[in-house]
């Protein structure tokens, strides 16, 4: 059975118009969680980018990039239950309404306030709090521009990262899966919230893209293990559409524009967790084709899709930023609506636990002391050329598949 749908009522003749000022993306790093000794980290105070938005932005347009992904960092905007400064939001928006450039929003980037956790039983009820007032303090600024939102950024990787390996908040082990409900609750009240305000408000998941494979020569049982867990990645997706969990009270509509995050170490083996190299010398016939990820995604889900977060670090960005370039290349060839590309981070940024080093993977370095602090603050941005050559190139094989991008609509279709 099929079901179309737009956000919020849909008809079978209904399509959805790209929302994107661009097909090439940035993002910036936003997370404000409590990393894994506890300490809470900022990273758009950390990495300057608060204090830098014009010279960020304006930076951005020799590569023709029109959108980028930003954080609001819940942490930081609800000083007391239910109690909300905006201030910050609406500096942020000023200063890309002045600078032409089209923001994303991410409410929860792996933060929250001190006195929650995921667990707790006012979580989904403080978080639809919270995207309801975002909503309405945004709209209050800017009642008609297209308002794209990501309510909680890979409710996958969080729910490992809080729930199995104690990485940030709540630090458990072996609640992985109830971490990724109770998000998923908060979540789906969360666009409700949105939605409620403003219907016509667009959500963007951001969830990891992986392939997880067994062993080579491996038995039955190692086999369908790996595939069970290579099937765990569409959980939170499916739970937001309704498709498992439907008393969280997902719904298709609730789905709209997939958005995908993919890295270099996105494909593993599930039993001993080595990485397949991305590059693939030695025809490993368990690796996939990033067209072939995209693919199954696609025909899961018949949604417009993201590749909402890529880099690499160090010094095979260039050679990442042709492949992705290549394999998005084929994968419009084939026909997958891929509506962008988002080189996330787009400025560098340092280790979230240890705040060195820094990683090196954005299209602009941050200037360091021999001992891998910044040279000043907030840190000076340096334009790695390699990169942004192998950038530039990537843009011109794409450019006669992505423009004009805002012409692009899509047929809804939920299977």
Known sequence: ????????????????????????????????????????????????HLHCLDEDYRALAPFGIRTVREGIRWSQVEIRPYQYDWQTLAHLIDRGRATGIQQCWDLCHFGFPDDLTPLHPMFARRF????????????S???????????????????????????????????????????????IEGVAALREVDPRIRILTTEPLVNMVPVLHATDEQIVRA????DHQFQATDMLSGRICPELGGRPEYLDLVGLNFYYNNQWICD???FLPWLNEENDPRWQPLR?????????YHRPIVLSETSHPGEDRPLWIQFIANECTKALQQGIPLWGICLYPIIDRPDWDHL??????????????????????????????????????????MAALTYPIRENRFPLQFR
């Open 128 to 139: 639809a709090a919270l995207c309801r007032s975002f909503a309405q303090f945004y709209r």
């Open 227 to 230: 595939a069970l867990a290579h």
């Open 356 to 397: 060195t080093p820094w990683h090196r993977a954005g299209l602009w370095d941050t200037e360091l002391n021999p001992d891998g602090t910044p040279t000043q603050y907030p840190p000076r941005r340096v334009l790695n050329q390699p990169y942004a050559s192998a950038l530039r190139l990537a843009q011109y094989q």
């Open 292 to 300: 072939a990820l995209l693919n199954q995604v696609y025909h899961r």
């Open 141 to 187: 600024i800017d009642p008609d521009s297209p308002l794209i939102v990501t309510p909680i950024n890979e409710v996958s990787f969080l729910s490992w990262l809080g729930g199995e390996a104690r990485g940030t908040s709540p630090y458990c082990i072996g609640q992985g899966w109830e971490v990724k409900y109770r998000l998923m609750q908060a979540y």
């Open 1 to 48: 059975m099929n079901v179309w749908s737009l956000p919020v009522k849909a008809s079978p003749t209904d399509a959805v118009s790209n929302p994107f000022r661009s097909f090439w993306m940035a993002g910036y790093e936003c997370t404000d969680k409590l990393n894994a000794w506890g300490n809470r980290v900022d990273f758009l105070q950390i990495t300057g």
């Open 272 to 274: 001993t967790g080595a």
